[in-house]
């Protein structure tokens, strides 16, 4: 407090400046490291989708699209723990873990099924291909909701939750299930902002 000015506010650090100072298992570095990892799972991503177009080399994006899905796995789970130890963030486990398994599920069918065996139209594969998708998509839809009650978050932060939101809402219409990939190619970026900021942010406060 000013001595002189005994209106003036006190004088203290802010909330959101303290809790950057501490985070145990966290560095600048690492999280760099996830930021660039984070867009190279978006080219990797882009990379399976061109290959999809390519029939002679169907192995290679199948083999490509599960190290993809293992790797975004493990994005979404260091988000996760980030944003627990940088936010106090709540109520993620579930909506984190269940996309993992929806994901994790489909690429296996897509694995063990082709497009023909899922068929056109009620055919039972078919329904229940897309019954998991729109699984996917509700709980892509319930974690952007999360994303958004984060206190005190980047600005960033709530661009990936709408980002989240509104392909959450694409894809569990199911029509729109494609249009949903647009918004999650986009996440994707936001989820690298987000590690690059928690490194800015660290690396700023261990020089101060």
């Given amino acids: 407090m000013d001595p002189n000015n005994p209106y003036a506010p006190p004088q203290v650090a802010l909330i959101d400046a303290q809790a950057a100072q501490s985070l145990p298992g966290w560095s600048p570095g690492r999280l760099q490291l996830l930021g ?3 867009l190279g799972y978006l080219v990797a991503t882009l990379v399976v989708l061109g290959l999809v177009f390519v029939e002679d080399l169907t192995g290679l994006g199948d083999a490509l699209g599960v190290v993809n899905t293992l790797l ?3 994005l979404a789970l260091r988000l996760k723990a980030f944003l627990e130890s940088r936010f106090c963030a709540r109520g993620l486990a579930w909506p984190v873990w269940l996309s993992l398994l929806f994901s ?3 690429e296996a069918i897509n694995l063990y099924w082709r497009e023909d065996e899922l068929g056109v139209g009620f055919t039972p594969q078919a329904v229940f291909y897309f019954g998991l998708a729109a699984l ?3 709980t892509i839809l319930w974690l952007g909701i999360v994303l958004l009650k984060v206190e005190n978050a980047y600005p960033v932060l709530r661009v990936l939750a709408w980002l989240n939101i509104a392909a959450g809402v694409l894809m569990a219409s199911v029509i729109l299930f494609l249009a949903g990939i647009l918004p999650l190619l986009a996440a994707m970026v936001a989820v690298a902002l987000v590690f690059f900021h928690g490194a800015s942010e660290l690396d700023g ?3 101060a």
Avoid: E, F, P, T
């Fill in 136 to 138: 996917l998509g509700l």
């Fill in 205 to 207: 406060s261990q020089a």
């Fill in 36 to 38: 660039w990892l984070s």
């Fill in 72 to 74: 975004g796995c493990y």
């Fill in 104 to 106: 994790v599920v489909l």
